[in-house]
């Protein structure tokens, strides 16, 4: 069982649908963080994996490759909370391979939505996963209680994330 305490009270009881965890939120963390600083050492990479939707048919593997690179450190941890406080979640609940397609979906719904409203702009990081994920356990488990300063479902958490972070401040 999944459980998170704040003193004696139980907030989150969430059996794992796979027995276990196997870490990929982890492993997506830690890949994220050795792509910044691959990116940070040879700049040129950027370019290779940065996502312009004008020119998606000459690079379509940009489509996800860009959720791997991030613009700054600042923006790279901003998309590492979500996707590893939240990713554990979600693979608990889902299961390793539901995780990996609700990323891959994720960020594959966003840059789509980018081209079509923003063709000309480059577009790096992983905002688009991150939210999928969010969104993905609002829908699976709206009333899961977890802890973020104060006991919430995390429907509301995740509002809250994602108001934060569609207006920048997160």
């Given at each position: 069982?999944l459980t998170y305490k704040l003193s004696d009270k139980t907030f989150i009881k969430e059996p794992c649908s796979s027995g276990s ?31 312009k939707g004008e020119l998606v048919a000459q690079r379509p593997w940009t489509l996800l490759s860009s959720m791997f690179i991030h ?100």
């Amino acid at each position: 069982l999944l459980t998170y305490k704040l003193s004696d009270k139980t907030f989150i009881k969430e059996p794992c649908s796979s027995g276990s965890v196997e870490g990929t939120f982890l492993g997506l963390g830690a890949v994220l963080v050795v792509m910044f600083i691959a990116q940070t050492v040879h700049p040129p990479l950027t370019d290779l994996l940065a996502f312009k939707g004008e020119l998606v048919a000459q690079r379509p593997w940009t489509l996800l490759s860009s959720m791997f690179i991030h613009s700054s450190g600042e923006h790279l941890l901003h998309n590492l909370f979500p996707l590893i406080l939240f990713g554990f979640i979600l693979e608990r609940i889902a299961g390793t391979r539901r995780f990996i397609t609700i990323l891959l979906i994720a960020e594959l719904a966003s840059s789509i939505a980018v081209m079509q409203a923003y063709p000309h702009v480059r577009v790096l990081g992983a905002s688009g996963a991150a939210r999928g994920v969010v969104g993905a356990i609002a829908a699976m488990r709206p009333t899961l209680i977890v802890y973020w300063g104060a006991p919430l479902p995390v429907i509301v958490l995740g509002g809250i994330w994602l108001a934060l972070d569609t207006a920048g401040v997160y």
